[in-house]
């Protein structure tokens, strides 16, 4: 995977019964002559914060630390949505309305449908900016927003939620499958004209909501560590943290060893 600053991603493990021998080391000494074959300033990898001693491996070879990732689900079968329903009749009596991908695509010719894509990736930009990522992350072209988010075949278009102010986006979540009976939270972004007014958690909890009355077993999501205000969220809607994925960094020099 090549990054905008032409920085690579890799990885390596080895089964349990053969570490120790110096196999990952040699594979990792392959990934960096390829990276540095391809002129990457960088080589990206990562590892669970569960497993100090893979940490501990990459950080004896010249790996460092540049930020953390966190998982957290809930289990929709013990989520009460009732809890939310003041900020979501709050967030509804103030004149926004809430609509699925589904309700909003229904009916739609191709170009309706080409229509709104194009108007939730122009409101999804400016959201996407101000995302307080560990690293820096740069949005996709529409092209590969189109493709992977419409047409990647996970979209549950049910349990994606809009709120529309007049016929603008102003806030959204998205929704993907995860395996067979699990859900997973690709975006939730709010305007910045209509931040503070409770729209995330609202559209969340209809998330949440919609996604039980589906069947669905669990709903996760996944933050960088900065973003606090997100993962305050999650918090109060019950979801349980996972072990952080730590991302790490080596820079790498144009010559090969």
Known sequence: MRHV???????????????????????LGSIEDEARRRGAPRLLAGASAAHPAAIAWAAKRGFREIGRRIESYVELAGFDASAFADRVAAVKASGLRLR???????????????????????????????IPFATRTVPWPYERFRKLTFEGGLMLYDCSILAYDGDAIVAFTSTGRRQEKDGLTWMTGTARTHRGRGLATALKVEALSRAKAKGLRALATVNDEPNKAMRGINAKLGYRVLPAHVQLEKTLSQVAG
């Open 5 to 27: 600053d032409g920085s690579q991603s890799g990885g390596v493990s080895v089964a349990r019964a053969d570490r120790g021998r110096g196999i990952g080391s040699a594979l």
């Open 100 to 130: 699925t991908f589904a309700e909003v695509l229904d009916g739609l010719d191709e170009g309706g449908r080409e229509s709104f894509y194009r108007s939730l990736y122009e409101a999804q930009t400016p959201m996407w900016e101000d």
